[in-house]
């Protein structure tokens, strides 16, 4: 292609081809960006130490329990809890059998080296710091808070254990304490005991999800090779999308391990950038190798087939890509670190996949022209139709009925959408643990028993005021009587209907001007209930015993956030929608020159969404169909970070298949087709990529769906389901039929717009 060829070319059309031009320069830059993008990764260790935000009041309880006490992550405690069938707490074995382990865990300690100059110095410090059992209280056993009979006719206690540290710090160090509770047990007689807090639930929480994660990678990559090997009938075609999407994948994880340095990421950040990566690196490739692939079985040349890949599929890529980009943009609207972070992974990634589609993408093809096709499959491996497949027989029958298919999916959508009205969002509490996190068995316990609320308390925050204390008789009268009103609604702590359990606990700081006060809510922390007793203590309680007097007391802890945190979600929500979906218009605006166009793509990719969010509601919160399949059992409750997370990584996604199609569409009919000629065309002819694009985010997401975190379980299950009913319900009849029904006022652009530049997808 001479160079007076190129007038008229955009810019991203003549980036795409000087790489071609120049591969050999390009390929070797980007093995020397990924060469130091894996060194970086090795020499530079990502810090993922984000600090604990909570918005609202909770917020500034914690804050101020973090300044006043010197805790950074929250105070430590364990609770470790004794069952036997026949003894009671009053028997010497029984006794024996906890103040021996108890004893056994105050005397832990942690061993640390470090280098010196000459030698190591070896340091170490306890590990627990205090304890508490029913027999540090003097309490009768009848009347004890640390005393329940099982169904046997025995006792079940329990052990308070309070560790050094925060909780980042003890998760360092549970590991002594179930080795010492695991040999108590072994040795005991007849005894059951357990242990469970939020530092031992954190550990094996986090070690549970690191291992379904790699197991989700060792599963995504081979997955993912199979689809591309059946799309393209080709090993070398199907290596070369997962070969770019890994290249992006290593580049973006070595830039956001630099930033980390300064700006600390929440460590999910990777999951996120492996999946946002196979997603859109796999899909861009996907998208213009196919068109290379079509141009050359139609008899263009190795060159023309490349300009035309890169000037329409490779312009489509881009224009989709900076839809991605901006839709996931909103998360930084939410005010949250850890949305904050995983948006930034998130854009960094698919920035990468751009650029490389862009750059690298065409170097390749350049490079290997028809031997893109070796290694051909036997049976797969022939050539494809150009009749779109299953889907262009489908889009036949919609074009040809368009008002009567078009009503019936609609109506299909809008039902599966409709329990969106009922959505519940919180945070899953212990109680949704796998059964393979061994605390959870010291929880459920300690429900059965005593009170859930124990290994999550609300924390309520009594600050003394400026050149005050809270030994002040004021204050104190203030504590105490919310703390008998407290213990009023925890009289019958075994009864299902109290608010309250026991037992209530208090700390003082060093300096004396904040009390802290630690209230067993009888409910897990994201149930109805449990958020009716936080309520109760800050719209009742509080205000009858505090005030306007002497001090200041704040509810924090885990129920009260997530009051806080879902409030925060529901104001911000439409401030992310708005601007999501404004840009999103924008963008469709200005590639199609169409204010219908963009309208509709709006509106359909908000139909998928807001199915995908009526499904997680029936599946999730109600419990309909799949609990067995994907081993869960449904709480009511859809984690509150959810749908808006979800909302800004599927629009964008969703929008890459709109813009493939519609600029398949557009361009057959700048070429001179009708509208309905358009249509089919544009249909037919990205039938099979879009399905195989799918496919591959379909599989990524359903492996997430099957892990053990039941977070996890809604994202895979809610993305999935986006993806798949936009691939087909949408894609295969919504848009054809809607494109049939309005004809040529599809292309309808106000007068007072027509200065919008002019984006020809055919060049």
Known sequence: MSSDDHHGESIITRIAMWSAHHRRTVALGWVVIVIIAL?????????????????????????????????????????????????????AEYRDTVQGLVESLRGLRSVTTQAAVATDVVSSKRIVSATTTHYDIGAPREVSPFVAQNDGGGDVTFALVDLEGDVREAADNVGPLLETVAKARSASNGFDILMGGEATINKERNDIVEEDFGFALFLNLPITLVILILAFGAIVAALVPLALALTAIIAATAVLAVISRGYPLEKAYTEIVLLMGLATGIDYALFVISRFRTERAAGCSKDEALHAAVSTSGKAVVFAGVTVLLAIGGMFLVGNAVFTSLGLAAIVVVAFAVVISATLLPAILAMLGDNVNALRI????????????????????????????????????????????????????????????????????????????????????????????????????????????????????????????????????????????????????????????????????????????????????????????????????????????????????????????????????????????????????????????????????????LPLFLFSILFGLSMDYHMFIMGRIKEAHERGASNDEAISIGVKATAGTITNAAAIMVAVALIFAFTREISLKQFGFGLASAIFIDATVIRAILLPASMKLLGEANWYLPGWLQWLPRIRMAE
């Open 39 to 91: 060194a970086g990764c090795s020499a530079i260790k990502a810090d993922t130490e984000i600090k604990p935000e909570a918005p609202g009041e909770s917020g500034k309880a914690f804050n101020l329990f973090q300044e006043r006490f010197g805790v950074e992550q929250g105070n430590a405690q364990e609770i470790v809890v004794f069952s036997h069938p026949s003894l009671t707490v009053d028997d």
């Open 378 to 641: 036997p049976i797969i491996g022939g050539r494809r139709g150009a009749g779109g497949g299953v889907w262009g027989f489908i889009s036949d029958r919609v074009l040809a009925r368009p008002a009567v298919l078009a009503s019936v999916a609609l109506v299909g959508l809008l039902a599966l959408a409709a329990p969106v009205v009922t959505l519940n969002l919180g945070f899953n509490g212990n109680k949704s643990l796998s059964d393979d996190v061994a605390a959870k068995k010291a929880v459920i316990a300690l429900e059965e028993n005593f009170t859930l609320g124990l290994t999550s308390p609300a924390m309520l925050v009594v600050d003394a005021g400026k050149d005050r204390n809270v030994f002040a008789p004021a204050i104190q009268s203030q504590v105490n009587a919310l703390v008998d009103r407290v213990g009023a609604e925890t009289a019958s702590a075994s009864s299902p209907d109290a608010l309250y359990g026991a037992p209530i606990q208090t700390d003082i700081n060093d300096a004396g001007d904040t009390e802290l006060v630690q209230i067993p809510i009888n409910a897990d922390t994201g149930e109805q209930k449990a958020i009716e007793a936080v309520n109760y203590l800050r719209d009742d309680l509080i205000p009858e015993t505090f005030g306007d007097g002497q001090g200041r007391a704040l509810v924090t802890g885990f129920s009260a956030f997530n009051i806080d945190f879902r409030d925060n979600i529901m104001f911000r929500t439409p401030i992310v929608f708005g601007f999501v979906l404004s840009l999103a218009f924008l963008v469709m605006l200005f590639t199609f020159r169409s204010i219908v166009i963009a309208t509709k793509a709006i509106l359909l990719n908000l139909l998928s969404v807001g199915a995908a969010y009526g499904l997680l509601v029936l599946v999730f919160q109600e419990g309909w169909a799949l609990e067995g399949v994907l081993k869960f059992k449904a709480t009511g409750i859809i984690e509150s970070w």
